[in-house]
C-alpha cells in the first residue's frame, strides 16, 4: 500500500501499487511523483520503487486525444506507406468555408468591431488637443 502526493499538495492513498500504476498509465501520477508506503515515513519517487521502475512511460497528450484515450499505434512499413497512411488520416481544410463562417462572424458583430474603432479614434483626437494628455497618449501608443 502507497501514499502519493498529488500535484495540488494532497495526500492520496493508501492504495494499492495497481491502483498507482492506473494512475500513472492514465497520465494522473508520473515517476517523478513523490510517495511513501504505508509504513514508512521517507517521501520519495515513485520511480525509485522497484514496483514501478519499470513501468513505461505513458503515451503523450495530444490535442486530438484527451487523457486516458489510447494513441493509435505507429504505422509500421515502407516511408511510403507511412506517408500514405499519414495522408489518409489527415482532415481537410475546407477554406472557403472558414472564409465564409468568419463573413458572417464580422457581419454579427460590425457594430461592435466599428463602434470600438470609432471610440478610439475619437479618444486619440481628443488627447492629442490636450499637450501633456498628447504626450502620455504617445507614451502607450509608443510602448516607450
Known amino acids: 500500500m502507497f501514499t502519493i502526493l498529488g500535484a495540488d499538495g494532497k495526500e492520496y492513498g493508501p492504495v494499492t501499487a495497481g491502483k498507482i500504476g492506473e494512475w500513472i498509465n492514465g497520465g494522473?501520477?508520473?515517476?517523478?511523483?513523490?510517495?511513501?508506503?504505508?509504513?514508512?515515513?521517507e517521501w520519495k519517487t515513485l520511480g525509485d520503487f522497484p514496483e514501478f521502475a519499470s513501468q513505461p512511460p505513458p503515451?503523450?497528450?495530444t490535442a486530438s486525444a484527451p487523457a486516458g484515450t489510447p494513441l493509435p499505434a505507429a504505422p509500421t512499413g515502407s516511408i511510403r506507406e507511412i506517408a500514405d497512411a499519414y495522408s489518409a488520416r489527415a482532415t481537410q481544410i475546407d477554406v472557403f468555408g472558414c472564409l465564409g463562417r468568419s463573413f458572417e462572424l464580422w457581419k454579427a458583430n460590425l457594430l461592435p468591431l466599428v463602434g470600438?474603432?470609432?471610440l478610439v479614434?475619437?479618444?486619440?483626437?481628443?488627447?492629442g488637443f490636450i499637450?501633456?494628455?498628447?504626450?502620455?497618449?504617445?507614451l502607450f501608443?509608443?510602448?516607450v
Not at 494522473?28 to 515515513?41: F, G, I, M, V
Not at 499637450?131 to 504617445?138: F, Y
Open 28 to 41: 494522473r501520477a508520473t515517476l517523478s511523483t513523490k510517495a511513501r508506503r504505508a509504513n514508512e515515513t
Open 59 to 61: 503515451p503523450p497528450i
Open 116 to 118: 470600438i474603432t470609432l
Open 121 to 127: 479614434l475619437l479618444a486619440q483626437m481628443a488627447l
Open 131 to 138: 499637450p501633456i494628455l498628447g504626450m502620455v497618449a504617445g
Open 141 to 143: 501608443l509608443n510602448g
